[in-house]
């Protein structure tokens, strides 16, 4: 991670901001990291791996917490270390970014009929209830930042997709609704509460079979983890003040189809 926030910087040194995010160690969420520590953002994040060494070096990443967010009490223990690490401080950002969408070793869609039960639990563990866990638990220090939550939602939460699989896709139309109760629930504390769903980002998830999928995207191409990562940063800003318990799609519209 190049850090140059001495060149972007957008807060003091006395007033900087903190970010927390699930899902750090690559993709959209490692590019979302990059983004705010280049304005000088304090990082607090998890994901189930380390993160790259020389990204700990990064002076504005203050803690990372491996952590699996599949599992409840390892949830909570993120929760109760992070909190620790602010020590009282608020939280300004949580980005809900960690995700699961598991598909078969020979590239059929898993689909409603086809998915064994249990790894639907496991999704909807991690891409639904663990940030509910999360905005609970991180609640009353956003409050204490007048912060924002984003919730990385998906372009297959809003209708059938030819690959990812229903879980997953259920999964995250459920989160868009969560993220719709949110922000009415943490308006009383001054929290702003909204969605980003991507569509086809070129990440480590992205095979060549979704390359067929181009023609159907009307800027006839795929995003770039920085294109969703700076549409989350400008959520989190003043510039987003009175925007709350809305989805934002990055697209390049396919989601007009």
Same mark, same amino acid.
């Given at each position: ?9 957008? *807060? ?19 590019? &979302?990291? $990059?983004?705010?520590?280049? !304005? ?5 994040? %998890?994901? !189930?791996? *380390? ?6 070096? *990064? ?7 491996? /952590?699996?967010?599949? +599992? /409840?009490?390892? &949830? ?35 689909? %409603?009929?086809?998915? +064994?039960? *249990? ?15 999360? %905005?609970? =638990?991180?609640?009353?220090?956003? =409050? ?25 896709? &259920? ?8 993220? !719709? ?6 308006? $009383? ?13 070129? &990440? ?16 006839? !191409? ?28 990055? /697209? =390049? =519209? $396919?989601?007009?189809?």
């Amino acid at each position: 991670m190049n850090n140059n926030s001495n060149n972007n910087a957008e *807060d003091n040194a006395t007033d900087r901001k903190t970010l927390i995010l699930t899902g750090a160690s690559r993709g959209i969420g490692h590019a &979302t990291v $990059q983004y705010f520590s280049q !304005r000088n953002w304090k990082v607090i994040t %998890c994901s !189930r791996e *380390d993160v790259p060494e020389h990204c700990k070096r *990064d002076p504005n990443w203050a803690d990372h917490i491996v /952590t699996d967010l599949n +599992d /409840t009490a390892s &949830t909570q223990s993120f929760i109760d270390r992070a909190n620790e690490v602010l020590d009282g401080e608020p939280i300004h950002a949580l980005v809900n970014n960690a995700a699961v969408s598991p598909k078969t070793s020979y590239k059929e869609r898993l689909g %409603c009929l086809n998915g +064994d039960v *249990d790894t639907w639990r496991e999704v909807f563990e991690l891409n639904f209830f663990a940030p509910l866990m999360l %905005c609970r =638990g991180f609640a009353s220090a956003l =409050g204490k930042g007048e912060g924002a939550v984003v919730n990385i939602t998906s372009i297959a939460g809003h209708g059938v997709h030819p690959f990812a699989g229903s879980a997953y896709s &259920t999964s995250k139309s459920a989160l868009s609704a969560l993220t !719709r109760e949110l922000a009415v629930e943490f308006a $009383q504390f001054g929290v702003r509460v909204n969605a980003v769903a991507p569509g086809e980002i070129e &990440t480590a998830m992205i095979g060549e079979e979704y390359e067929a999928l181009i023609p159907r995207i009307p800027m006839n !191409r795929m995003g770039e983890p920085t294109e969703v990562a700076s549409a989350v940063y400008q959520l989190c800003t003043p510039n987003f003040g009175y925007v709350t318990g809305t989805e934002i799609f990055v /697209t =390049g =519209g $396919q989601h007009l189809f």
